[in-house]
T-cell receptor, first 115, second 112 residues
Framework: ETGVTQSPTHLIKTRGQQVTLRCSSQSGHNTVSWYQQALGQGPQFIFQYYREEENGRGNFPPRFSGLQFPNYSSELNVNALELDDSALYLC??????????????FGPGTRLTVL | LAKTTQPISMDSYEGQEVNITCSHNNIATNDYITWYQQFPSQGPRFIIQGYKTKVTNEVASLFIPADRKSSTLSLPRVSLSDTAVYYCLVGDWYSSASKIIFGSGTRLSIRP
């Protein structure tokens, strides 16, 4: 069973640019959630995808968007990057949003630096 | 929203048992209690999850009193590698994933 993987591991961009981060979910999982973690803080929920549809969104502006593919991998896109977007971006996968006893398994994250 | 309160930091020594308590006074009937461990620049790692009473796995125990308004993560015989941030979360992941909030966690430091 493979775990959650993310790419790239590190990324440097400048203000105003666009970025795409990628996530492969754990084998057998069909739900992917994305989180932003600023330095010294806990992860903040961005949104969740279940079977290619958005299934909940946190308090993030529309320039944060996502996709989930038929193989349940996912992308996070951020447009018009701002300095405050510098953070560790985490992807988490889970089996199914209908089961309350399941939990989420996190990838290693992508460190995004915006200059 | 179920909010959690836990100590900002704790110190202990190798070989000791460490107990981290989390308060969650507004926990809902369908909410579960989940603990994660996070090392610097890594994603959180699932430790343990429970609903009531006591849950034990190979790395930790979770004690939950009858009123479920708090929970205690117990790490037996800690080592230096247990130095990390520990997060307590409450919620029903899949009916309200967007409402499960990570706080700032408890920074645990283990000394030789």
């Amino acid at each position: 069973e493979t775990g959650v993987t993310q790419s790239p591991t590190h990324l440097i961009k400048t203000r105003g640019q666009q970025v795409t981060l990628r996530c492969s979910s754990q084998s057998g999982h069909n739900t992917v959630s994305w989180y932003q973690q600023a330095l010294g803080q806990g992860p903040q929920f961005i949104f969740q995808y279940y079977r290619e549809e958005e299934n909940g969104r946190g308090n993030f502006p529309p320039r944060f968007s996502g996709l989930q593919f038929p193989n349940y991998s996912s992308e996070l896109n951020v447009n018009a990057l701002e300095l405050d977007d510098s953070a560790l971006y985490l992807c988490a996968s889970s089996f199914d949003p209908g089961g309350s006893t399941d939990t989420q398994y996190f990838g290693p994250g992508t460190r995004l630096t915006v200059l | 929203l179920a909010k959690t309160t836990q100590p900002i930091s704790m110190d202990s020594y190798e070989g000791q048992e460490v107990n981290i308590t989390c308060s969650h006074n507004n926990i809902a009937t369908n909410d579960y209690i989940t603990w994660y461990q996070q090392f610097p620049s890594q994603g959180p790692r699932f430790i343990i999850q429970g609903y009531k009473t006591k849950v034990t796995n190979e790395v930790a125990s979770l004690f939950i009193p009858a009123d479920r308004k708090s929970s205690t993560l117990s790490l037996p015989r800690v080592s230096l590698s247990d130095t990390a941030v520990y997060y307590c979360l409450v919620g029903d992941w899949y009916s309200s994933a967007s409402k499960i909030i990570f706080g700032s966690g408890t920074r645990l430091s283990i000394r030789p």
